[in-house]
Nanobody
Framework: QVQVVESGGGLVQPGGSLKLSCKASGNISSINAMGWYRQAPGKQRELVAVLTSGGSKNYGDSVKDRFVIFRDYVKNTVYLQMNNLKPEDTAVYYC????????????????WGQGTQVTVSS
C-alpha cells in the first residue's frame, strides 16, 4: 500500500524549464530506487532518469545533458529538473518507486504514479 503522488507537468515552450515532483508514502521500510519514465503517443515507455539508494544516477541518452534527478531522503520525494526542453520531450511522465514495505515480510514493492503530462510546444 505504497502511494506515489506526482505533481508538476504542464505546457512549456521550447527551451523552457520544468520541475516534476514525486512523493512516496505509506508503509515503507526502505526505498531502493526512485525514477522517472516517459511515454509518448505511439512510443514505448522509456527511461528518463533513475536514482538508487546507493547514490548512482542513470539518465537516458536523450536527456542526460539537460535533466537532473535528485531526491529528498527525509520526505521520500524525488524531483526531476528539466531544462532546455524540446518538443520531442513531450510525453506522459511516470514516477516509479521501488523498495521494501514496512511489514513482517518486508515485501518488495514496485509502485507507479498516475503520470503527468508534459507538453513542449510554441
Amino acid at each position: 500500500q505504497v502511494q506515489v503522488v506526482e505533481s508538476g507537468g504542464g505546457l512549456v515552450q521550447p527551451g523552457g524549464s520544468l520541475k516534476l515532483s514525486c512523493k512516496a508514502s505509506g508503509n515503507i521500510s526502505s526505498i531502493n530506487a526512485m525514477g522517472w519514465y516517459r511515454q509518448a503517443p505511439g512510443k514505448q515507455r522509456e527511461l528518463v532518469a533513475v536514482l538508487t539508494s546507493g547514490g548512482s544516477k542513470n539518465y537516458g541518452d536523450s536527456v542526460k545533458d539537460r535533466f537532473v534527478i535528485f531526491r529528498d531522503y527525509v520526505k521520500n520525494t524525488v524531483y526531476l529538473q528539466m531544462n532546455n526542453l524540446k518538443p520531442e520531450d513531450t510525453a506522459v511522465y511516470y514516477c516509479n518507486v521501488q523498495g521494501n514495505s514496512d511489514n513482517y515480510y518486508k515485501t518488495i514493492f514496485d509502485s507507479w504514479g498516475q503520470g503527468t503530462q508534459v507538453t513542449v510546444s510554441s
